[in-house]
């Protein structure tokens, strides 16, 4: 069963402006005393639509410099570094009593016409059974129906591919048109399953160990958004690993639609130590 409510999910995307250039925004309800990055990266996306207009998000870069926890307020001061017709940017700063829990660097950019001809390629999706053929598993932080290729288990302790890939849709309702809310929904979903995916090639450790034998934390995270999609409608989300040394992992992904259309790309670093005694 979810640890969360996508309704709840959907309610931390409703920013209030306190003041001018200041904003606030709910987190998520759970039996957990950190803020999930998920959110702060939904958050940072339902930002760059708020502060500028006839835009979306082209690409976020953030970093997470100290845990932030859920029963505290949340303010996010955006600055508005640059608007221009087509592209405009945004630097948004999140802070829990003046000390700052999370940095972002929006690129925003207006719909243009269709490509033309010629001028467009993508590489093709991974090879991956229809989602009916993945395996049905709960990730827990993602509240909507995802499926795993092959079933591949980030709690096991046995040495793996560095490779993870699943299926996930939004099947009990029809979201609503705003891409903003199906681009801050994809983003959420990307920050759960790369430290699991970093530590599959390690025999005896997994991500079931994170809180016990390793100490886990997400520190930069940067996507890329190419193409329009729905998150009501199947994507594929495939990820690898290609580094584990210094205590930093590094994972990168892709999401693709139904129709193998390549939809947007991330990468994420995160920290990964031995807890003394664990």
Same mark, same amino acid.
Do not use: N, Y
């Given at each position: 069963m979810a640890l969360i409510a996508l309704d709840d999910l959907l309610g931390c995307l409703e920013m209030r402006e306190l003041r001018p250039g200041v904003w606030t925004g709910p987190s998520l309800e759970m039996d957990y005393p950190r803020v999930f990055g998920g959110q702060l990266l939904a958050q940072?996306?339902?930002? $760059?639509? #708020?502060?500028?207009?006839?835009?979306?998000?082209?690409?976020?870069?953030?970093?997470?410099?100290? /845990?932030?926890?859920?029963?505290?307020?949340?303010?996010?001061?955006? /600055?508005e570094t640059q608007t221009g017709r087509t592209f405009a940017v945004r630097r948004i700063r999140a802070s829990q009593q003046h000390k700052t829990v999370f940095v972002a660097l929006l690129s925003m950019h207006a719909p243009e016409p269709g490509t033309p001809p010629g001028l467009e390629h993508q590489d093709p999706a991974p090879e991956a059974p229809e989602p009916g053929e993945a395996v049905e598993v709960d990730l827990n932080m993602i509240p909507w129906a995802t499926r795993v290729v092959d079933g591949a288990d980030l709690r #096991?302790?046995?040495?793996?591919?560095?490779? =993870?890939?699943? !299926?996930?849709?939004? *099947?009990?309702?029809?979201?609503?048109?705003? =891409?903003?809310?199906h681009q801050a929904l994809l983003a959420h979903a990307t920050d759960l399953t790369v430290v699991g995916t970093v530590l599959r090639p390690v025999e005896g450790i997994s991500q079931a160990d994170a809180g016990h034998r390793l100490h886990t934390a997400v520190t930069s995270h940067?996507? !890329?958004? @190419?193409?329009?999609?729905?998150?009501? /409608? !199947?994507?594929?989300?495939?990820? @690898? *690993?290609? *580094?584990? #040394?210094? $205590?930093?992992?590094?994972?990168?992904? @892709?999401?693709?639609?139904?129709? $193998?259309?390549?939809?947007? *790309?991330?990468?994420? /670093?995160?920290?990964?130590?031995?807890?003394?005694?664990?």
């Open positions: 940072a996306v339902a930002l $760059g639509a #708020a502060t500028t207009e006839g835009k979306t998000v082209k690409s976020l870069s953030c970093l997470f410099p100290r /845990e932030a926890r859920r029963t505290e307020p949340l303010e996010f001061e955006v /600055e #096991a302790k046995q040495r793996g591919p560095a490779d =993870f890939a699943f !299926w996930t849709r939004v *099947s009990d309702r029809r979201l609503p048109d705003d =891409f903003t809310v940067t996507m !890329w958004f @190419h193409r329009p999609f729905r998150v009501d /409608e !199947w994507c594929l989300v495939a990820q @690898h *690993s290609p *580094s584990l #040394a210094g $205590g930093r992992g590094f994972g990168q992904g @892709h999401a693709f639609d139904a129709g $193998g259309a390549l939809v947007a *790309s991330f990468g994420q /670093e995160c920290m990964i130590r031995p807890i003394a005694g664990g």
